[in-house]
């Protein structure tokens, strides 16, 4: 087993370092007085995954890595092959929720027999690359409705979406964030593949509710069909692929895909996650919705 990150002097790359879940990887790793290389097509240590010419300055002298995949390409593969060549130890993964269910995205397997989720390919190629690996599959973060996509939705009052009376246990990103700093910085997280959830299933009548507590004011949740979805953000700007997508992405809730409680972050840390008021909570106090 491989010394603990804890120490080292190492810095710890985080790639995705201004995206949702790595800039709080990155906060959480300061935070313990550990060096980090946050690395991003903005940042000083520029990481670019469709240029793999910037791959090697950023894990050049460091020995962990935090990896939030490339989704239109599996570039994982790759990556983890350069990652190895540079002496790194350990990697931590981001994958996600239903990567190993095929009914979980069926459409997609449907036009392709042969079809394999891209992060299942980083899956694989992680946990056959002889480091020390830890996979994190999360369902639905909590953040989506505030710095995410749905965060329109929310900030105009009317969540208008094609999910019925579907629920999903929403993860809070900074559960995620501590998974990943454990499994980063401490033993005993090799070979693991965390399921991570919030503790229970909320609908989309139900988030609204709670959010229109938090905030003060009236936030409503609406189920409509597929094609009112799109047709409603095309009319907004929006590509009908884009809109579509993002439906296809809303698929699994309505399908009940998303109600299982997951064990991860209680295995990982050894705490119940966060409560969805929590993050309600945190998102107020920020001012996210009233931007």
Do not use: C
Request: glycine letters at 10%; charged letters at 25%.
């Amino acid at each position: 087993m491989t010394r603990s990150v804890q120490g080292t002097g190492e810095p710890v790359l985080v790639l995705g370092a201004t995206g949702m879940t790595g800039s709080r990887v990155a906060r959480r790793l300061r935070e313990r007085g550990l060096e980090v290389r946050s690395a991003s097509r903005s940042s000083p240590w520029t990481f670019d995954w469709r240029d793999p010419s910037t791959w090697d300055r950023v894990l050049t002298g460091t020995r962990a890595v935090y990896v939030v995949q490339f989704d239109p390409q599996p570039l994982t593969p790759p990556f983890v092959e350069r990652a190895v060549a540079h002496g790194l130890e350990r990697i931590v993964l981001l994958s996600g929720r239903g990567v190993d269910d095929r009914d979980y995205f069926p459409e997609a397997f449907e036009s392709d027999a042969n079809f394999v989720p891209t992060h299942l390919v980083g899956e694989e190629a992680v946990r056959g690359s002889g480091l020390e690996w830890t996979i994190l599959r999360p369902g639905w973060f909590s953040q989506n409705l505030s710095e995410g996509f749905l965060g329109q939705e929310v900030r105009s009052g009317r969540m208008r979406l094609p999910t019925g009376d579907g629920a999903a246990t929403w993860i809070d990103a900074e559960d995620i964030a501590a998974v990943a700093v454990a499994a980063l910085t401490e033993d005993g997280h090799h070979g693991r593949t965390y399921e991570l959830s919030g503790s229970r299933a909320l609908d989309l009548t139900e988030v609204a509710r709670e959010i229109s507590h938090g905030l003060g004011r009236e936030v409503t949740h609406t189920p409509v069909t597929v094609e009112e979805f799109v047709s409603e953000h095309v009319a907004r700007g929006w590509s009908e692929e884009e809109a579509r997508d993002l439906a296809s992405a809303l698929s699994p809730i309505p399908r009940g895909k998303d109600t299982h409680v997951s064990p991860g972050v209680g295995e990982a840390l050894g705490r119940e996650p966060r409560f969805f008021e929590e993050f309600v909570r945190d998102a107020v106090d920020s001012g996210v919705w009233e931007r």
